[in-house]
């Protein structure tokens, strides 16, 4: 959906993020009596994401001096019209992958990852009347999964 609002925070907290557009809720919401069971949100995801951090630091600039945190900050300040945040992750990339030195600095900016990610996918599920629907979904295990992909491939 590209939030609007958010490239609009993005921007005023020094990013440069240009032409990003994407498909309004109400024409998503026209589109699901048409079959469409499925909406993309990583772009949403990414740019809370990138929000987040640019908050963070304005917030806290103190972490722009941390080690790894630093290493972020000047990934995010160098690559202003970037809003994926796997250009600014390299330096923390091993608690990123692994949950490695997941503490002090590097916490703060996995806890803006994490509540980038809730918001914009809870915000969608809300919007979408999906809350409470969880329980209808049949669980399934890895191995489920696998055995129904050979099934299919």
Known sequence: T???????EINALGGNIQNAYGISKEELKAAIPCGIGKINVDTDIRLAVTRNFRELFRDHPELKDDPKAGGVWKLLDEKRDAFD???FLAPIMDTVMYGAGDEGAVARITDAMRRGVKEAVGTLIVEFGSYGKAPLVEPATLEDMAARYAKEG
């Open 2 to 8: 590209v939030p609007r609002y958010i490239v609009e």
């Open 85 to 87: 945040p796997r250009a």
